[in-house]
C-alpha cells in the first residue's frame, strides 16, 4: 500500500500531514513548507532533519528550487521541524534557539526511554526537564505568532491613519473654503487621568495647528518649519460630546500625527517627545510630558467614541477597548470621511466654541497662498518670513494713508483710491508684499481704461485671488466709445481671465451696459463672475438694451434703478425679465413712479421666478390694490 501521509515533530508536538504527489514521474511525494508551517502555527523554520541528517528541498531537473517550498518524503521516519529565530532581535529569540539545540539534544537522549533499558532517577529528571522546555518552546512560538499578529495589525492601522493624514495635507482648497484654519485639536485644560463617569464635566480647548512647511522656508532662515501647534490659548469648547462625535475621526488623525509625527506631503511633523517644552500662548509654555497626558486623554475619548461607531448603539462615549476590538475595515470606515474639512463644516465648527461676537476663529495664525496658488494658516513668524516684513511694513503705510483696512491675517485689504498717483503707491506695495489674497477696491476717481491696464499689471505680480472692484465712477473717452466692443472692454475682460483669480465681483457703471450683452464668459479656473450695476438717468433706449441683455444674462446679480421713474411700463418690461433671469438676487426700484399695475406685473412673475431674493419698491405710487 503506498505511503499516503508524513509524520512532523515540533518541540513536543507531533502533527501527520497528507503527501502530495509529484506530476513529475521520477519525483517522490512531498509536503508543503507552508502547511507544516501552519500545522504548528509557527512563522518559519530553519529546517528539516530526520535520523540527525538535514533535508534539502526538492529541486527540478535544472537544480532549481521549487515555489513554492516543498519537503521531500521520508518514510517511516519523524521530520524534526527545527525552529528559525527572527533576526530582528536576537536577544528576545535567545530563548527559541536554546529550545532547537536541546531539541537536537533530545534525538541522543531518546534511547533513554527505551524499554529494553532501565532509567536512573537522574534520567528520568533530565527528560521530564527536556520535556518541559519542549512545550516551552512550541508556547513561545505561539506567544511569538501573536505578537507579530497584533504588530502587523498596528503597522496597518498606522499607515491607514498616516495614509489619511496625507490626504488632508495635500488637499488643495481654493481661498473662498477657507473662512478659518482647517488643522486643529482638542485637549483638556488641565491634564487628568481617563474617567469614563466623569469625562464629560472636563474643559476642553480647541487648538488650531501652523501649516508652515516648504511653502514656507527662505533662505537663511533659522525658524524651524515643521507643522506645530499655534501659539494661542485655544478656544473654549462648549459642548464636546457633540465636537466629538461630529469631527471624531478627523481628530484622531490630528491627534495621532501630533504625538507620534511624520513627514509626508512636504510637511514635516517631529513627535512631540522631541520637543522640550510646546508653547500653547505667547507667554505660557507647558512640559511635553504635560501636552502628551492631554493629548492620550483626547485619544480616550475618541476611542469611545470609535467604540460606539462599532457597536452601533445610541448614547454617549460607551466602555469599550476600541483599539484591541475595531477591526482594520471597521477603522477604514469610521476614517472614511476625513480627506479633508470643507469650508461649510469649519464654518460649524464655530457653533462648538465659546467664543465673543467680535472674537474671530484664527487662533493667532495668518493666511497665505503658496507659489502655485493654494491656501495655508501659518503663525506669525512664517508669515513674515515668508512675505519679507519691509515689503509689508511699506502696504501697512499705504492703506493707512488712503484710510483703508488691511486685515493680514485674512490677507484681506478694503480701500478707495482717489487718483491715478494714490493708486500707481499702492500698486507698487502690492505686487511685492505678496501678502494680499483678497482685495476689495473702489477705484473713486474718473478713472480710464489706462488706469484699469496699470491695475491688471499689479494683480498679475500679485497674489490676490479674489476681487471686488468699483467702477462707477469710470469715464470712457470719446475715443475708445467709437471702438468695437471687444476693444472697449478689452481690459476688464483680460483681468477677468487671470489664471489667479477665483472670485470676481464689479459694480459696473453705465457705459458698460453693452458688455453684459456681450455675455462675458467665466473662465474654468473662476469660480464666481457677479456684477452690480447702479444706474442714474437711464435713457429710454438704454433701458431697452439693459432689458433685453438681462433675460439671457447670468452674471448681473445686483441692478439698481432707483430715481430713474421708469413707471408702469418699466416694471411690465422687467417683469418679463424676472421670467426668464435666474442671476438677479436684489433689484431695487425706489422712486421710480411705479404704480398699481405695475407692481401686480411684477408680483406675477415673482410666482416663477426662484433666484430673485430682494425687491425694493417704496417711494413709488403703489396703492392699495398693487399692495395686495
Same mark, same amino acid.
Given at each position: 500500500?503506498?505511503?499516503?501521509?508524513?509524520?512532523?515533530?515540533?518541540?513536543?508536538?507531533?502533527?501527520?500531514?497528507?503527501?502530495?504527489?509529484?506530476?513529475?514521474?521520477?519525483?517522490?511525494?512531498?509536503?508543503?513548507?507552508?502547511?507544516?508551517?501552519?500545522?504548528?502555527?509557527?512563522?518559519?523554520?530553519?529546517?528539516?532533519?530526520?535520523?540527525?541528517?538535514?533535508?534539502?528541498?526538492?529541486?527540478?531537473?535544472?537544480?532549481?528550487?521549487?515555489?513554492?517550498?516543498?519537503?521531500?518524503?521520508?518514510?517511516?521516519?519523524?521530520?524534526?521541524?527545527?525552529?528559525?529565530?527572527?533576526?530582528?532581535?536576537?536577544?528576545?529569540?535567545?530563548?527559541?534557539?536554546?529550545?532547537?539545540?536541546?531539541?537536537?539534544?533530545?534525538?541522543?537522549?531518546?534511547?533513554?526511554?527505551?524499554?529494553?533499558?532501565?532509567?536512573?532517577?537522574?534520567?528520568?529528571?533530565?527528560?521530564?526537564?527536556?520535556?518541559?522546555?519542549?512545550?516551552?518552546?512550541?508556547?513561545?512560538?505561539?506567544?511569538?505568532?501573536?505578537?507579530?499578529?497584533?504588530?502587523?495589525?498596528?503597522?496597518?492601522?498606522?499607515?491607514?491613519?498616516?495614509?489619511?493624514?496625507?490626504?488632508?495635507?495635500?488637499?488643495?482648497?481654493?481661498?473662498?473654503?477657507?473662512?478659518?484654519?482647517?488643522?486643529?485639536?482638542?485637549?483638556?485644560?488641565?491634564?487628568?487621568?481617563?474617567?469614563?463617569?466623569?469625562?464629560?464635566?472636563?474643559?476642553?480647548?480647541?487648538?488650531?495647528?501652523?501649516?508652515?512647511?516648504?511653502?514656507?522656508?527662505?533662505?537663511?532662515?533659522?525658524?524651524?518649519?515643521?507643522?506645530?501647534?499655534?501659539?494661542?490659548?485655544?478656544?473654549?469648547?462648549?459642548?464636546?460630546?457633540?465636537?466629538?462625535?461630529?469631527?471624531?475621526?478627523?481628530?484622531?488623525?490630528?491627534?495621532?500625527?501630533?504625538?507620534?509625527?511624520?513627514?509626508?506631503?512636504?510637511?514635516?511633523?517631529?513627535?512631540?517627545?522631541?520637543?522640550?517644552?510646546?508653547?500653547?500662548?505667547?507667554?505660557?509654555?507647558?512640559?511635553?510630558?504635560?501636552?502628551?497626558?492631554?493629548?492620550?486623554?483626547?485619544?480616550?475619548?475618541?476611542?469611545?467614541?470609535?467604540?460606539?461607531?462599532?457597536?452601533?448603539?445610541?448614547?454617549?462615549?460607551?466602555?469599550?477597548?476600541?483599539?484591541?476590538?475595531?477591526?482594520?475595515?471597521?477603522?477604514?470606515?469610521?476614517?472614511?470621511?476625513?480627506?479633508?474639512?470643507?469650508?461649510?463644516?469649519?464654518?460649524?465648527?464655530?457653533?462648538?466654541?465659546?467664543?465673543?461676537?467680535?472674537?474671530?476663529?484664527?487662533?493667532?495664525?495668518?493666511?497665505?497662498?503658496?507659489?502655485?496658488?493654494?491656501?495655508?494658516?501659518?503663525?506669525?513668524?512664517?508669515?513674515?518670513?515668508?512675505?519679507?516684513?519691509?515689503?509689508?511694513?511699506?502696504?501697512?503705510?499705504?492703506?493707512?494713508?488712503?484710510?483703508?483696512?488691511?486685515?493680514?491675517?485674512?490677507?484681506?485689504?478694503?480701500?478707495?483710491?482717489?487718483?491715478?498717483?494714490?493708486?500707481?503707491?499702492?500698486?507698487?506695495?502690492?505686487?511685492?508684499?505678496?501678502?494680499? $489674497?483678497?482685495?476689495?477696491?473702489?477705484? %473713486?476717481?474718473?478713472?480710464?481704461?489706462?488706469?484699469?491696464?496699470? =491695475?491688471? @499689471? #499689479? *494683480? /498679475?505680480?500679485?497674489?490676490?485671488?479674489?476681487?471686488?472692484?468699483?467702477?462707477?465712477?469710470?469715464?470712457?473717452?470719446?475715443?475708445?466709445?467709437?471702438?468695437?466692443?471687444?476693444?472697449?472692454?478689452?481690459?476688464?475682460?483680460?483681468?477677468?481671465?487671470?489664471?489667479?483669480?477665483?472670485?470676481?465681483?464689479?459694480?459696473?457703471?453705465?457705459?458698460?451696459?453693452?458688455?453684459?450683452?456681450?455675455?462675458?464668459?467665466?473662465?474654468?479656473?473662476?469660480?464666481?463672475?457677479?456684477?452690480?450695476?447702479?444706474?442714474?438717468?437711464?435713457?429710454?433706449?438704454?433701458?431697452?438694451?439693459?432689458?433685453?441683455?438681462?433675460?439671457?444674462?447670468?452674471?448681473?446679480?445686483?441692478?439698481?434703478?432707483?430715481?430713474?421713474?421708469?413707471?408702469?411700463?418699466?416694471?411690465?418690461?422687467?417683469?418679463?425679465?424676472?421670467?426668464?433671469?435666474?442671476? $438677479?438676487?436684489?433689484?431695487?426700484?425706489? %422712486?421710480?413712479?411705479?404704480?398699481?399695475?405695475?407692481?401686480?406685473? =411684477?408680483? @406675477? #412673475? *415673482? /410666482?416663477?421666478?426662484?433666484?430673485?431674493?430682494?425687491?425694493?419698491?417704496?417711494?413709488?405710487?403703489?396703492?392699495?390694490?398693487?399692495?395686495?
Amino acid at each position: 500500500m503506498p505511503l499516503m501521509s508524513q509524520k512532523f515533530k515540533f518541540g513536543s508536538t507531533e502533527r501527520e500531514l497528507d503527501l502530495v504527489s509529484s506530476k513529475v514521474p521520477h519525483e517522490s511525494p512531498f509536503i508543503y513548507l507552508d502547511d507544516v508551517l501552519e500545522a504548528f502555527k509557527i512563522l518559519d523554520a530553519d529546517r528539516f532533519e530526520a535520523d540527525g541528517r538535514t533535508i534539502a528541498y526538492v529541486r527540478d531537473d535544472n537544480g532549481a528550487m521549487y515555489h513554492p517550498k516543498r519537503i521531500p518524503c521520508r518514510p517511516n521516519c519523524v521530520i524534526q521541524v527545527i525552529c528559525k529565530a527572527p533576526q530582528s532581535d536576537p536577544t528576545f529569540w535567545a530563548s527559541i534557539v536554546a529550545v532547537d539545540q536541546l531539541s537536537i539534544k533530545s534525538n541522543v537522549l531518546t534511547g533513554l526511554d527505551s524499554p529494553m533499558k532501565v532509567k536512573s532517577g537522574f534520567e528520568r529528571a533530565v527528560i521530564h526537564k527536556l520535556n518541559g522546555l519542549y512545550d516551552q518552546g512550541a508556547m513561545t512560538q505561539q506567544i511569538a505568532r501573536e505578537v507579530w499578529d497584533l504588530q502587523k495589525q498596528m503597522n496597518d492601522r498606522l499607515i491607514l491613519i498616516q495614509n489619511k493624514t496625507e490626504a488632508i495635507l495635500t488637499q488643495q482648497l481654493e481661498l473662498a473654503e477657507y473662512p478659518i484654519p482647517r488643522l486643529f485639536i482638542v485637549l483638556p485644560e488641565e491634564p487628568a487621568k481617563y474617567d469614563p463617569g466623569n469625562w464629560f464635566r472636563t474643559k476642553f480647548r480647541l487648538h488650531f495647528i501652523c501649516e508652515c512647511g516648504k511653502h514656507t522656508e527662505a533662505n537663511n532662515s533659522k525658524v524651524p518649519h515643521h507643522l506645530h501647534l499655534a501659539k494661542h490659548d485655544g478656544y473654549l469648547v462648549r459642548e464636546p460630546t457633540e465636537l466629538f462625535k461630529k469631527y471624531g475621526p478627523f481628530l484622531l488623525l490630528m491627534l495621532e500625527l501630533i504625538k507620534f509625527g511624520t513627514s509626508i506631503a512636504g510637511h514635516v511633523v517631529p513627535a512631540i517627545a522631541s520637543f522640550k517644552v510646546v508653547e500653547l500662548a505667547d507667554s505660557a509654555k507647558q512640559t511635553v510630558e504635560s501636552v502628551t497626558a492631554k493629548i492620550d486623554y483626547s485619544l480616550e475619548c475618541i476611542n469611545k467614541q470609535m467604540a460606539k461607531v462599532q457597536a452601533l448603539s445610541p448614547g454617549d462615549f460607551i466602555d469599550a477597548e476600541p483599539r484591541a476590538a475595531m477591526t482594520q475595515q471597521d477603522l477604514s470606515n469610521y476614517l472614511s470621511d476625513v480627506e479633508g474639512l470643507e469650508g461649510v463644516e469649519l464654518r460649524q465648527l464655530g457653533s462648538f466654541l465659546k467664543t465673543s461676537e467680535e472674537e474671530n476663529l484664527l487662533g493667532n495664525l495668518y493666511r497665505m497662498t503658496t507659489s502655485d496658488g493654494h491656501v495655508k494658516w501659518v503663525c506669525r513668524d512664517h508669515y513674515r518670513v515668508s512675505y519679507q516684513e519691509k515689503h509689508t511694513q511699506k502696504l501697512r503705510d499705504v492703506v493707512k494713508l488712503a484710510q483703508g483696512d488691511f486685515d493680514e491675517q485674512l490677507g484681506r485689504i478694503k480701500i478707495t483710491l482717489t487718483s491715478s498717483f494714490a493708486a500707481a503707491e499702492f500698486y507698487n506695495a502690492l505686487s511685492n508684499a505678496k501678502g494680499v $489674497l483678497e482685495l476689495v477696491m473702489d477705484m %473713486g476717481w474718473n478713472c480710464t481704461n489706462s488706469d484699469l491696464d496699470v =491695475l491688471e @499689471e #499689479a *494683480l /498679475k505680480k500679485s497674489r490676490v485671488s479674489i476681487l471686488g472692484l468699483d467702477l462707477q465712477q469710470f469715464r470712457a473717452n470719446l475715443g475708445t466709445k467709437l471702438l468695437p466692443t471687444s476693444v472697449q472692454y478689452g481690459v476688464l475682460v483680460r483681468i477677468i481671465e487671470l489664471p489667479n483669480m477665483r472670485m470676481i465681483h464689479i459694480v459696473l457703471p453705465k457705459e458698460f451696459i453693452k458688455l453684459l450683452s456681450s455675455q462675458p464668459k467665466a473662465p474654468s479656473h473662476l469660480q464666481k463672475l457677479s456684477f452690480k450695476m447702479a444706474l442714474e438717468s437711464i435713457g429710454g433706449k438704454e433701458f431697452g438694451m439693459l432689458t433685453e441683455t438681462l433675460k439671457t444674462n447670468s452674471t448681473l446679480t445686483t441692478l439698481s434703478l432707483v430715481g430713474n421713474a421708469i413707471g408702469d411700463n418699466g416694471a411690465h418690461a422687467l417683469s418679463e425679465v424676472l421670467k426668464n433671469n435666474s442671476a $438677479l438676487t436684489i433689484l431695487d426700484l425706489r %422712486g421710480n413712479e411705479i404704480g398699481d399695475n405695475g407692481a401686480q406685473a =411684477l408680483s @406675477e #412673475a *415673482l /410666482k416663477t421666478n426662484s433666484t430673485l431674493t430682494t425687491l425694493e419698491l417704496s417711494y413709488g405710487l403703489i396703492g392699495s390694490n398693487g399692495a395686495q
